[in-house]
C-alpha cells in the first residue's frame, strides 16, 4: 500500500480506520484483495442504502451503456432525465402531496446545499442563514458557515459569514424551551440577528452524532419559520432516501420544507447524484444563473429510476426499514445495559443509529476493534465519541444480528483492554 502513503494526500481518512485494500463488492459486504470479505455497516456513508452493485440497478446501467446511449449532457433534455422526472414524480412526490420543481445543481450533497443557500437568498433579498448546534452541511464555503464542527471550519481558512447557529433539539437538556433564544432574538431590534432568509435543518444530525429531533420540534420549527417569513430547508442528504424509514426523513412529523437536499443513495448506485426540491413559486432563477458541468449524469438517472421502480412502488422497504431499527436499537440497548460504564445512551432512527461512549477516545477504538473481526463502521460526533450504524437498508436480518454480535464483542474487548 506504498503507493497511497507517497502519492495521495494527508487528507484521507477513513482509510486510515480501515487498512486494507478493496477489491469487490456485493450487496452489505466488501472484499479486499486478500480474499477477506467484511461486512459493510458504513455503506459509503450513507450513499448505498441498496447495498453494493445491486443486481437489478447494475443490469440497467450495463443495458443503458451498451446502447452507446447519452452519459454526460449538462442541462441538455434526454430520454435518461425525462424518465427519471416522470417516476420521481410518480412515485415519490405526487403520492406524498409534494408540488416541487427539480433542479440539477451539481453531483454532491453540497452542490444540493449550496444551491438551496444561494436561492433563498436571492428569493428573500436578505443573507443571513441560521442553522443548528452540530449541524453538518458539507464542505464547500457556503455550506461550511452553516456546519458547526470547529475542525470542519477552521480548515476554510478564510471568514465564514452570514450563517448564525441555534440550539439544535434538547441541546440544552430540556432546560429552556424550544426556540425560545431563537423567537426573542427574531423580536428584539436590539439582538443583532437580522432576519433570515432561511433556517436549514438535519431531522437527525449523522455527523453531528445521531442527533434525533423529535417530530414536536420540527414542527414547531416549521410554524417559527412560516410566522416570521423565513424558509424552510431540510437537509435531507444523508437521512433521505428510506434511511429514517419513509423516503424523506421529515415525513413523519408532518412537515413541508420550503427547499429540500437529496444526493447519496439518490441514485441508488453510488453514482454522484443530488437534487435540489424547491416550491414552485421559489423558481426565480435566470437561465444559467447555477450551474455546473455534471449536473446532469444520466447514468445516474438510470439506477435512480430502476432504484424508484423497485424499492418505492409500495410500503414494503419502509415496513422492512422500521422493523431492522428495531432490531437494532434491541441489541443497542442491550449493549449499553452491559457496559453502562462505557455507554451513555444508544440514538437513533430507521436505520441510522449511534452508540454514544462515555469516554470520546473508546468509539474509534470500538470501530477499530470491530475492523479487526470483520465490520466496517466509522465515528461521528464533536468528538467522534459516536460510533456511528449505517447498514445498508437491504441487509438482510441474520448480516444485521452478526455486525451486531461483533459490535457486542467489540465494546466487550474494549472495555476490557482499559480497564486491564
Known sequence: MDVFARMESEVRGYCRGWPTVFTTARGSHMTDENGRTYLDFFAGAGTLN?????????????????????????????????????????????PRGLDYKV?????????????????????????????????????????????????????????????????????????????????????????????????????????????????E????????????????????????????????????????????????????????????????ELDVWEPGEHNGTFRGFNPAFVTAVAALEDFWTGAGLEKQTLAKGQQIETALDQIALAHAGAVDSVRGRGMAWGLVMSDADLAPKVCAEAFNRGLLMETSGPESEVVKLLPPLTTTEADLGRGLEIIAESVEAVRTAVSV
Not at 445491486?54 to 446511449?69: C, E, I, S, T, V
Not at 449538462?74 to 424518465?83: F, G, N, P, Q, V
Not at 475542525?151 to 440544552?172: C, E, F, Q, S, T
Request: net charge negative.
Open 50 to 94: 441498496y447495498g453494493h452493485n445491486h443486481p437489478q440497478l447494475k443490469r440497467r446501467l450495463m443495458d443503458y451503456l451498451a446502447g452507446d446511449a447519452v452519459v454526460h449532457g449538462l442541462d441538455m433534455y434526454t430520454a435518461a432525465k425525462r424518465d427519471f422526472l416522470e417516476r420521481f414524480n410518480d412515485y415519490v412526490l405526487a
Open 103 to 215: 433542479q440539477f445543481p451539481g453531483p454532491a450533497g453540497n452542490h444540493s446545499v449550496e444551491a438551496a443557500l444561494k436561492l433563498a437568498r436571492k428569493y428573500t433579498g436578505r443573507e443571513t442563514v441560521v442553522s443548528f448546534t452540530n449541524a453538518f452541511h458539507g464542505m464547500t464555503l457556503g455550506a461550511l458557515a452553516v456546519t458547526g464542527n470547529s475542525m470542519k471550519r477552521i480548515g476554510a481558512g478564510v471568514p465564514l459569514g452570514h450563517g448564525v447557529a441555534m440550539p439544535y433539539d434538547n441541546y440544552l437538556d430540556g432546560r429552556t424551551p424550544d426556540f425560545l433564544l431563537f423567537e426573542t432574538m427574531l423580536e428584539d431590534s436590539g439582538s443583532g440577528l437580522d432576519k433570515p432568509a432561511a433556517v436549514i435543518v438535519e431531522t437527525v444530525q449523522g455527523e453531528g452524532g445521531i442527533n434525533v429531533a423529535t417530530a
Open 217 to 280: 420540534w420540527l414542527r414547531g420549527l416549521q410554524d417559527l419559520c412560516r410566522r416570521h417569513d423565513i424558509l424552510l430547508i431540510v437537509d435531507d442528504v444523508q437521512m433521505g432516501c428510506g434511511r429514517t424509514g419513509p423516503f424523506f426523513s421529515f415525513e413523519d412529523a408532518g412537515i413541508v420544507p420550503d427547499i429540500v437536499c437529496l444526493s447519496k443513495s439518490l441514485s441508488g448506485y453510488g453514482l454522484p447524484f443530488a437534487i435540489t426540491l424547491l416550491r414552485r
